[in-house]
Each structure stands twice: as structure tokens, then as C-alpha cells.
């Protein structure tokens, strides 16, 4: 029995044919792969968000004043400016002496305003001329031991004359943290109070607090006094309290 061995031309051809066929049945199945969709999940369902309350809160808190801030002044008019200058210095000197003696820190002394100006009269004309000029020197002044502040008022009366000139006083406390704690305290307090009764009334219970605010801070009618006659001989004062008061602004969930 003879084998015959195909020739290396025949081989070739037939190596030639199966890729060929190879490639096509590749081709086919390409696009039945690629038309097959893809699986996906389904969306999570998401949660609905939870319901809040947003209330304002108002605390206030009050004690009386442990200071009193004066605002005292000289004024001078004479013929010229520089006789103006030097009147109304001579009258500031003896003011900020008059203090130091009541043993008012040099700490709790400031000017506030120094000022010249022109005064004008109208002559018969019509025309207005200057026929003066007119100095002053504005101050303010801290009195530490409150009980003394009449004194201090009368002394700076006493010292500056018809020179001297008081504008008002101011009541305070020195160190207002304390009151704006509490006061703060309060203000929590009342935000919490609320948004709980309206959790009650909406038939919810109250959650999580998601955010609180702070307004600023005010401290309303601080004890001001009105402005007094330099010639007032004796000056009663009523300090009364000091009041602070905080706002804040909450938002609590609803469970």
C-alpha cells in the first residue's frame, strides 16, 4: 500500500482555506455578542429627606452696671484762633487735673474730638463776618467705682467753670462675658423649648439638632443719661441694669 504524502503547495492552500473559514465564523458571532445588553442593576431606592423645624430662640440677661463713662468737654471763645487755642487748653488742663485727683487712671482718659472754628455775626448789612473763633476738646472718661460718679461730675463742674461742659453719661458693666453667657444660655434654651412643642403639635418627636446660628450680640438702652448743664450743683444718677441680649436660630430634625 502506497501513502502519498499531500505536496507543500496543497498544504499551504489548505492552511490558507481554514483561516479563512475561522475568520468568518468569527465575524459572525462578533455581532451576536455584541447585540447582547448588558445587565444592570436596579436604582437603590433613596430615602425621602427628614422633615426639620427651624425656630429662632431670644435669651436676656441683666445685671447692674460696674461702670460709667462720662463724656465731658471744655469750650472757649475769644477774638482770635490762637487766643481760642490757648483758652481751651488752659480749661483742658485743669479738667484732666481735676480728674487724676479723683483718681481717674490716665488709661480711662481719652479725647475724643478736638475742634476750632469761625464764628460769624451778621452786621447790619446783611454780611456775615467773623468776629470770633471758637475751641473745644471733647473727652471720655471711665469711672471705675460707679458710686463716685456724681463726685467726678461735680469736681469737673467745679474745675472748668463756664469753660467746662458734660454731654452725657453712659452706664455698663466692664467685663460683659459673663452676662452674655447666661444670656446665650437663655436664648438655647428657648430655641430648644420651641421646636420641641412644634415637634409635639406635628405629631413628631424631636431629633437631631443640624444647625444653630448666632445673631450678634446687643445690649439695648444701656443706661444712657441726657446731656447736663455744666452749672448743675449737684447731678442724682439712677444707673438701673444692664441687659443683654442674644439671638440664635436653629434647625432640628423631625423623627
Given at each position: ?8 503547495a496543497?498544504?499551504?492552500?489548505l ?39 427651624t ?25 482770635t484762633?490762637?487766643e ?19 483718681e ?48 467726678v ?27 452674655r ?24 418627636r424631636l ?8 445673631g450678634?450680640s ?32 436653629a ?5
Open positions: 500500500m502506497t501513502i502519498r504524502r499531500p505536496s507543500a496543497r498544504t499551504a492552500r492552511l490558507a482555506a481554514t483561516a479563512v473559514l475561522g475568520g468568518l465564523l468569527a465575524g459572525t458571532a462578533a455581532p451576536a455578542l455584541a447585540a447582547a445588553p448588558a445587565r444592570t442593576s436596579a436604582p437603590a431606592a433613596q430615602e425621602p429627606a427628614p422633615a426639620t423645624v425656630v429662632a430662640g431670644q435669651g436676656r440677661a441683666s445685671a447692674a452696671p460696674d461702670l460709667a463713662i462720662l463724656s465731658v468737654g471744655v469750650e472757649a471763645s475769644r477774638k484762633a490762637n481760642a487755642m490757648a483758652a481751651q487748653s488752659t480749661a483742658a488742663e485743669a479738667l484732666l487735673d481735676v480728674l487724676r485727683r479723683q481717674i487712671a490716665d488709661r480711662d482718659i481719652r479725647t475724643d474730638s478736638l475742634s476750632l472754628s469761625p464764628v460769624y455775626t451778621q452786621n447790619a448789612a446783611g454780611e456775615n463776618k467773623v468776629t470770633a473763633y471758637q475751641a473745644g476738646q471733647n473727652f471720655s472718661v471711665k469711672v471705675r467705682v460707679i458710686d463716685r460718679t456724681g463726685q461730675i461735680g469736681a469737673v463742674n467745679g474745675a472748668t467753670g463756664d469753660s467746662g461742659r458734660i454731654n452725657g453719661v453712659v452706664f455698663d458693666v466692664a467685663d460683659p462675658t459673663s452676662l453667657v447666661k444670656a446665650r444660655e437663655a436664648a438655647y434654651q428657648d430655641a430648644y423649648d420651641k421646636a420641641s412643642q412644634h415637634a409635639r403639635l406635628s405629631g413628631h431629633g437631631r439638632l443640624v444647625s444653630l446660628t448666632e450678634e446687643v445690649r439695648p438702652g444701656a443706661g444712657a443719661a441726657p446731656a447736663l448743664a455744666a452749672d448743675e450743683p449737684s447731678v442724682p444718677l439712677a444707673p438701673g441694669e444692664i441687659e443683654e441680649q442674644v439671638t440664635v436660630s434647625v432640628y430634625e423631625l423623627l
